[in-house]
C-alpha cells in the first residue's frame, strides 16, 4: 500500500537533499504532524549554512552519503529529493532492506488519490504545456493551482481545496517511483535524456512512461505523431490523442478540433511548431478534465511565454537575440530552428556530456545553411559534426565560454539574422542551471 503524507504522523524521517521540495515538505510536516521528526539529512556535497533552520529540525543528524544506509535504515520513511537517483547503491540497499522511499511530491499525490490533478510530463513540453493548461483553466473560470518545476511545491497544495484543480509538471524523476499517479496524466514527447539519473536510455524510458499505469490515472492525453507514446498508451484504460485530424491538432492555418480550425496561426501565443502542439497537449487535457473553454483567442490573452523559451532577448542592427537556453536535447533544438524557418539562424550550442547525438542536429545545420558556435563540454562535437555534415568551417567556430561566444556570433551575424541560444545539452558543467545560463546570456546580449 502506497504512503500518504497524512500517515506519517510520529513518523521518524529521514530526507535527502534540501531542495525546495524537501524544504516545502519539512514545512507542512512542522504545520501538520507535529509528532512526526526528521532526524536524518543526507548531502551529498556541503550541506546548506541553515540546514537546521530550513528542515526544523535542531536535532537532526547531518551526513554524507557514506553514513546514508545505516543511518536512514532506523527511519520509517525517507524522502528524497527529485535530483537524487532511485539507482544509487545507497537508495537499492534502502529498498532491500523494505525502507520506504518517497517524494514530497508523490506523498501529496497519494494523499489526494490523485483527484482533480492534471499531471503533465514529456522530455520537452511539459513545462510550456503546464503554464498553458494553468492559464486557461483560469480563463474558463475554473479555480486551479500551478505546481512542479515552474509552480509551487506540490505539498504546498495541501492548504487548497482538494477539489480545485491542480496542474503538475512532473519530471521523470519523480515519477520513477510514483506511486498514484494525476486523474489526467498528459504525454508530450520522449526523447533520449537524463541517462546519468536512470542509467540508460530504456530505464529511462520505463520510468517515464510507468505513469500511464499508475492508479489514479482515468486519462491518458497522448501526443500521437509519437509512435512510442502510442504504444505505451495502449495500456491506458482511456486514451485521448492530439496531434491527428480526429482531435486537436495543428495545421498550415492554425490549431484545428476535429478539423474545424478554432485558432488562425497568426493568433498563437508561442512560435514554432512544436508550441502549437504544446497548446493541442494543453487543450486535450482540459477536455479530459472537462473544462468548457470561452472562445480560444479571447482564453488565451495575456499568455506570456516562459524564461529561456524561444524567449526574445534583444533585437539590435537587424539582427534577432534569442534565449532558447532550456533546450537540453538536440531534438529540442531541432524543434527550435524549425520555429525559424524563415531567417538564417546563427546556433549557440553545447553544454554537459550526456552523450548526445548531434548528427541529426548537425545535418538540419547544413540544412538550413546555419552557422554554429560551440560552447564546452561538447562544443567540440557538435562542430565537428556540423561540418561532417558540410557546414563551411568558417561557419562552425569553436569557443571558450558563452561570453566568447557571444561575441563570435555577433560577428557571425549579419542583418536578418538569429542568433539563437539553444544548447541541445544541459548546463551543469559550468552554470548552476539552464536559468543560470539563459540569464548570462541574456545580461551579454542586453546589459
Avoid at 532550456?326 to 554537459?352: C, H, K, M, N, Y
Wanted: hydrophobic letters at 45%.
Amino acid at each position: 500500500m502506497y504512503v500518504r503524507f497524512s500517515e506519517l504522523d510520529g513518523a521518524t524521517v529521514g530526507v535527502w537533499g534540501a531542495g525546495r521540495e524537501i524544504r516545502s515538505f519539512a514545512r507542512q510536516l512542522t504545520r501538520r504532524l507535529p509528532s512526526a521528526r526528521i532526524a536524518v539529512a543526507v548531502f551529498d556535497g556541503e550541506p546548506p549554512a541553515d540546514v537546521h533552520e530550513a528542515l526544523a529540525a535542531p536535532a537532526a543528524r547531518v551526513l554524507g552519503a557514506a553514513g546514508a544506509v545505516e543511518a536512514l535504515g532506523a527511519c520509517d520513511v525517507v524522502v528524497r529529493s527529485p535530483g537524487v537517483s532511485i539507482h544509487r547503491p545507497e537508495l537499492r540497499a534502502l529498498l532491500e532492506a523494505s525502507v520506504r522511499v518517497t517524494t514530497a511530491t508523490a506523498l501529496w499525490m497519494a494523499e489526494r488519490d490523485g483527484t482533480a490533478v492534471i499531471g503533465i510530463t514529456g522530455t520537452k513540453g511539459k513545462s510550456t504545456t503546464a503554464a498553458l493548461v494553468f492559464h486557461l483553466a483560469r480563463a474558463a473560470g475554473q479555480a486551479a493551482h500551478l505546481a512542479g518545476n515552474i509552480g509551487v511545491p506540490a505539498l504546498d497544495l495541501l492548504d487548497q481545496d482538494p477539489a480545485e484543480l491542480a496542474v503538475v509538471e512532473l519530471s521523470s524523476y519523480q515519477i520513477a517511483d510514483l506511486e498514484v499517479g494525476p486523474q489526467v496524466a498528459v504525454l508530450t514527447s520522449l526523447f533520449r535524456e537524463h541517462l546519468d539519473w536512470h542509467g540508460s536510455p530504456a530505464t529511462y524510458r520505463e520510468e517515464k512512461l510507468r505513469i500511464v499505469g499508475l492508479p489514479g490515472v482515468r486519462v491518458t492525453v497522448v501526443n500521437a505523431r509519437s509512435e512510442e507514446l502510442l504504444v505505451a498508451a495502449g495500456a491506458a484504460s482511456e486514451a485521448i490523442h492530439y496531434g491527428v485530424p480526429a482531435g486537436w491538432d495543428t495545421t498550415p492555418r492554425g490549431i484545428a478540433r476535429a478539423g474545424e480550425l478554432v485558432l488562425a496561426r497568426g493568433q498563437l501565443p508561442l512560435r514554432g511548431e512544436h508550441n502549437a502542439l504544446n497548446l493541442c497537449a494543453a487543450l486535450a487535457a482540459l477536455e479530459a478534465y472537462g473544462v468548457v473553454l470561452p472562445p480560444l483567442s479571447e482564453a488565451l490573452s495575456g499568455f506570456s511565454p516562459l524564461p529561456h523559451r524561444l524567449e526574445t532577448v534583444a533585437e539590435r542592427d537587424g539582427v534577432l537575440w534569442v534565449n532558447d537556453s532550456i533546450s537540453t536535447t538536440p531534438e529540442s533544438t531541432i524543434a527550435a530552428l524549425a520555429s525559424f524557418a524563415d531567417r538564417t539562424i546563427v546556433l549557440i550550442g553545447g553544454g554537459q556530456d550526456r552523450g548526445q547525438d548531434y548528427t541529426g542536429l548537425a545535418s538540419r545545420l547544413a540544412e538550413t545553411g546555419a552557422s554554429v558556435v560551440g560552447l564546452p563540454s561538447t562544443g567540440w562535437r557538435l562542430i565537428a559534426a556540423a561540418r561532417q555534415a558540410g557546414v563551411p568551417e568558417r561557419r562552425a567556430l569553436e569557443s571558450v565560454d558563452i561570453r566568447a561566444a557571444v561575441g563570435l556570433a555577433r560577428a557571425l551575424a549579419r542583418p536578418g539574422a538569429v542568433v539563437l541560444l539553444s544548447p541541445a545539452a544541459p548546463s551543469y558543467d559550468h552554470f548552476r542551471d539552464f536559468e543560470e545560463r539563459g540569464e548570462l546570456f541574456r545580461a551579454l546580449v542586453d546589459p
